[in-house]
């Protein structure tokens, strides 16, 4: 069944977000990985004054991210109405999103397993164009559902590629720096060879 945005609803974030019974993530979760992407991109060098939050769901990244970077801009945008009227997040699709200027730190947290195999490749060539600097990509893949997903709690209504799908596309316009991190080719920052991604 293909999904529309009006069915990312109130009865959606509740389940996934919402209820400690049945929510995926909390602010904990995302003060962690702030901590851990923020860690990254200080390390090296990024000077972050613009955020985008692409995908930005109830806006669990929005505090520890502007706590970090106090004299940032952040820029959430979502899909979901619902959440746009709630938040007033900027609605659009990561997709097709255009501005003029570049963000230094874009996060894109488990949001392209939600597009077909077009959009979601769209989405990743988009966000090579909304990147200045560094990227924080995560998605739920085939071998996550598989070998790491919590099935009872994580959506099961996704697209699940295999990671390479998602690799080959990344590299093409990105170098990892391990945990998700990415930065835009052609920035290479100075690393040991054992702090560099393993092949």
């Given amino acids: 069944m293909r999904r529309t945005d009006d069915d990312f609803d109130e009865a959606f974030f509740h389940r996934y977000y919402g209820d400690a019974?049945?929510?995926?993530?909390?602010?904990?979760?995302?003060?962690?990985?702030?901590?851990?992407v923020g860690g990254m991109v200080d390390y090296v060098g990024v000077r972050v004054r613009r955020i985008l939050d692409a995908g930005c769901g109830v806006g669990l990244m929005r505090s520890p991210l502007t706590a970090r970077y106090p004299k940032a801009r952040y820029e959430g945008l979502e899909a979901s109405p619902f959440l746009c009227r709630k938040f007033g997040w900027r609605?659009?699709?990561?997709?097709?999103?255009?501005?003029?200027?570049?963000?230094?730190?874009?996060?894109?947290?488990?949001?392209?397993?939600?597009?077909?195999?077009?959009?979601?490749?769209?989405?990743i060539a988009n966000l090579a164009r909304l990147t200045g600097a560094a990227l924080y990509f995560s998605v739920l893949t085939r071998?996550?559902?598989?070998?790491?997903?919590?099935?009872?709690?994580?959506?099961r209504d996704v697209h699940l590629r295999p990671a390479e799908w998602?690799?080959?596309?990344?590299?093409?316009?990105?170098?990892?720096?391990?945990?998700?991190v990415y930065l835009v080719r052609p920035l290479r920052p100075i690393l040991w060879e054992l702090e560099e991604p393993w092949v």
């Fill in 21 to 36: 019974n049945t929510r995926v993530a909390d602010a904990g979760d995302a003060e962690r990985l702030a901590g851990l």
């Fill in 143 to 155: 071998g996550d559902w598989r070998h790491a997903a919590d099935q009872s709690r994580t959506d």
């Fill in 91 to 123: 609605q659009g699709s990561v997709a097709d999103f255009e501005t003029t200027r570049r963000y230094d730190l874009v996060i894109c947290h488990d949001v392209l397993q939600y597009l077909d195999d077009a959009t979601a490749a769209r989405g």
């Fill in 166 to 180: 998602y690799r080959s596309r990344l590299r093409r316009r990105f170098r990892h720096l391990g945990a998700g």
